[in-house]
Nanobody
Framework: QLRLVESGGGLVQPGGSLRLACTAT????????LAWFRQAPGKEREEVAC????????HYSDSVKGRFTIKRTGAKNVMALQMNSLVPEDSATYYC????????????????????????WGKGTLVTVTS
């Protein structure tokens, strides 16, 4: 059974960094498009980063561009989101998601709005940025 589990969330001060990881059970992520989404209380879900299955180049929302990096890691079942220069507005629950099939090579941006394409999601990890 496929399961995605996020980790690495926590409390951090403004200007700090966190590295989120998403670990998949029972599969490797090589052939999947990957994405990170976030949702803060009372706000809409936001896609912050995605990467096609055949690429190492990420696409980012304007709100995180230059600060966040989506990565495939050396472990084939783990992807990561490196978050630097965090600000309070980054506080949210972060979710990883994966996509396979023809669409996995066809994600384009802008806009970064692919949530309907992603069928497999983790349960999220909470990030709180506060002084």
């Amino acid at each position: 059974q496929l399961r995605l589990v996020e980790s690495g969330g926590g409390l951090v001060q403004p200007g700090g960094s966190l590295r989120l990881a998403c670990t998949a059970t029972n599969l490797y992520l090589d052939l999947f498009a990957l994405a990170w989404f976030r949702q803060a209380p009372g706000k809409e879900r936001e896609e912050v980063a995605c990467i096609n299955s055949d690429s190492d180049i990420g696409h980012y929302s304007d709100s995180v561009k230059g600060r966040f990096t989506i990565k495939r890691t050396g472990a084939k079942n783990v992807m990561a989101l490196q978050m630097n220069s965090l600000v309070p507005e980054d506080s949210a629950t972060y979710y990883c998601a994966i996509l396979e099939g023809a669409r996995a090579t066809d994600l384009t941006a802008p806009p970064l709005d692919h949530w309907q394409d992603f069928a497999s999601w983790g349960k999220g990890t909470l990030v709180t940025v506060t002084s």
